[in-house]
């Protein structure tokens, strides 16, 4: 079941990439993911969440921004996958699986980025424009990372 959640966690990175360690971090600081004594015990802080939370926040304004880079092209893929490995590595390591759920969390932001840009190409094309389909995918990104998170607990 960890593996489920680390690769879904993954698919949000892909989606959102700071949308993922933020929600992350908010399980862990509000006790749904028990990572005390463990190497992520640290994403249960006040700090990361308040980090992750504004990383997040700039993330949702700057993509509707017309300048917004490609999430495929290598510098954002890239930190996509690291962000979900990461993201998934905490899931993981709630029950002592921190390499399965940084493998499956890698997995899961590849998913993400591309099927993330299929379906917001489709929304955009479906709209006549992209600002409906940014804030479907950042419905579906926060209200999902929410879940797992939940699920977890």
Known sequence: MLY??????GV????RAMTAPAA?????????????GTWASFMSHWAAVGIFTILAIVELVTD????TPS????????????????????????????????IAGAIGAVIGTYGGA?????????FGKDPPAAFIEDAVAIIGGLLIVAAVA
């Open 118 to 126: 299929e379906m917001r190409g489709r929304l955009a094309a479906a």
């Open 24 to 36: 992350v971090a908010w399980g862990a600081y509000l006790g749904w993911l028990p990572v005390a």
């Open 71 to 102: 999430r495929k092209v290598p510098q954002q893929f890239g930190a996509r996958i690291i962000l979900g490995a990461f993201t998934g590595a905490v899931i993981g390591a709630t029950g002592g699986a921190t390499i399965g759920g940084l």
């Open 64 to 67: 509707q921004l017309p300048s």
């Open 4 to 9: 489920i959640l680390a690769l879904l966690i």
């Open 12 to 15: 949000i990175a892909g989606l």
